[in-house]
């Protein structure tokens, strides 16, 4: 998983948010953002956005070997020694409130929790807790799968021993089909951190995101000249504009490694994205540019959320390789001002490349004369190498 988010912030007092906390409570650390491939990411994946909630599950104390009673001494184990002996003793699905620079215990930003603190001597039987090692597992958005996506928690209380496992499960219900009107703007950014081997005299804990979507938007490129005489003449209007297919629903990260695994299963939902519906349509100049969605205000338009399957290729595929789904179909009725409407078809494509996680690709739909040019980009960055397949002339 190549593109990171580093997103960590500090507690505020309890009940209320205004002060700081004492040494004695788990805190996260300052909001920043780290990008291991800056030149891939997209914006509106570059940082957790201000009245988002993630959960945490803290870990410290193992059970015993086959008992269900605490073994102190082994709080000061390492993470992989002690994972399978370990329970959420900690926090468990601890929901935590980003306000845009600082996290607090909360799970809307004005009902307050308890905040969670370090152990303490006089917790542990008189055991010395000072260098004991603390493991935190966070993921975002926090809420449950039944409430339209969202992560699943295995083990499921904070008492059952065992390695966390998280499945994200994309908002949308298995099966269907191509016909199915599905929102692009139902999935959030989907995100998973880890930090292991912490102790109290560290601090603030710091919390590194990872994406786990895949982001696509669409751009109309209507390189048609201007005609002097007559200035709308090569003007483009969109009636519809979709996106087709079968998507990939469901991943699963295990945190036994220490790095996290993502492995996504094979169920699939189905359905059409719509990006430009049928109510007149959008209208493109000739000589301009303009992302799908896009406003003053939200210059990235609308990005459609998909989960990738980086083992896709060694199940058979030959020239679509399903990355992102299968049967992805875009589909487009356009007319120039001679009012002739035209359905053109872009089935099974491809983007030629592995996608990656965190990264925001652009498929430009390219207008020259009479030909339509279907075109892949992965934003703020030059156009894939040459053999990519990346171009595909429809006339």
Not at 103 to 128: K, L, M, Q
Not at 265 to 272: A, I, L, N, Q, Y
Not at 344 to 356: A, Q, Y
Request: charged share 20%; hydrophobic share 35%; aromatic share 10%.
């Amino acid at each position: 998983m190549a593109a990171l988010l580093l997103a960590a912030c500090s507690a505020a007092d309890d009940p209320m948010p205004s002060g700081g906390y004492g040494g004695d409570v788990i805190s996260f650390g300052t909001p920043r953002v780290s990008l291991e491939e800056s030149r891939t990411r997209a914006e509106l994946m570059n940082s957790l956005a201000p009245r988002s909630v993630f959960g945490v599950l803290g870990y410290c104390i193992p059970y015993q070997l086959n008992e269900d009673v605490p073994d102190y001494r082994g709080g000061n184990s390492d993470w992989l020694t002690k994972k399978s002996l370990s329970h959420a003793d900690v926090m468990y699905c601890e929901p935590v409130f980003f306000d845009g620079t600082r996290c607090i215990y909360s799970s809307d930003g004005a009902t307050f929790n308890r905040p969670r603190r370090w152990y303490a001597d006089d917790d542990t039987g008189g055991v010395e807790t000072g260098r004991f090692l603390y493991s935190f597992v966070a993921y975002h958005p926090y809420g449950a799968v039944g409430q339209g996506g969202g992560f699943a928690v295995s083990p499921a209380d904070a008492l059952t021993r065992g390695v966390p496992k998280l499945t994200y499960t994309m908002p949308y219900d298995a099966g269907g089909d191509a016909a199915r009107a599905l929102d692009p703007d139902a999935s959030a950014d989907a995100m998973i951190a880890a930090s292991f081997d912490h102790s109290s005299s560290q601090g603030a804990v710091q919390l590194e995101f990872r994406h786990l979507l895949t982001g696509l938007r669409l751009q109309i490129n209507n390189y048609n000249a201007v005609d002097r005489d007559d200035p709308q003449a090569n003007t483009v209007t969109i009636h519809s504009l979709t996106l087709s297919g079968d998507f990939y629903r469901t991943a699963e990260i295990d945190f036994s490694p220490a790095d996290p695994v993502m492995s996504v299963g094979d169920e699939t939902f189905s359905g059409t994205f719509r990006f430009i519906g049928q109510d007149g349509g959008e209208q493109f100049a000739p000589n301009s540019a303009r992302v799908v969605g896009s406003t003053p205000d939200n210059e990235q338009g609308t990005v459609l959320l998909l989960l990738p399957k980086f083992d896709a290729r060694a199940e058979g595929a030959t020239s679509a390789v399903p990355y992102l789904g299968m049967r992805k179909t875009i589909t487009v009725e356009y007319s120039y001002p001679d009012g002739v409407r035209v359905t053109k078809e872009i089935p099974d494509f491809s983007l030629g490349r592995v996608p990656e996680q965190g990264t925001c690709y652009t498929i430009n739909l390219n207008f020259i004369g009479d030909q339509l040019l279907l075109m892949f980009t992965a934003d703020a960055i030059e156009y894939w190498e040459e053999g990519s397949n990346n171009v595909i002339i429809i006339n």
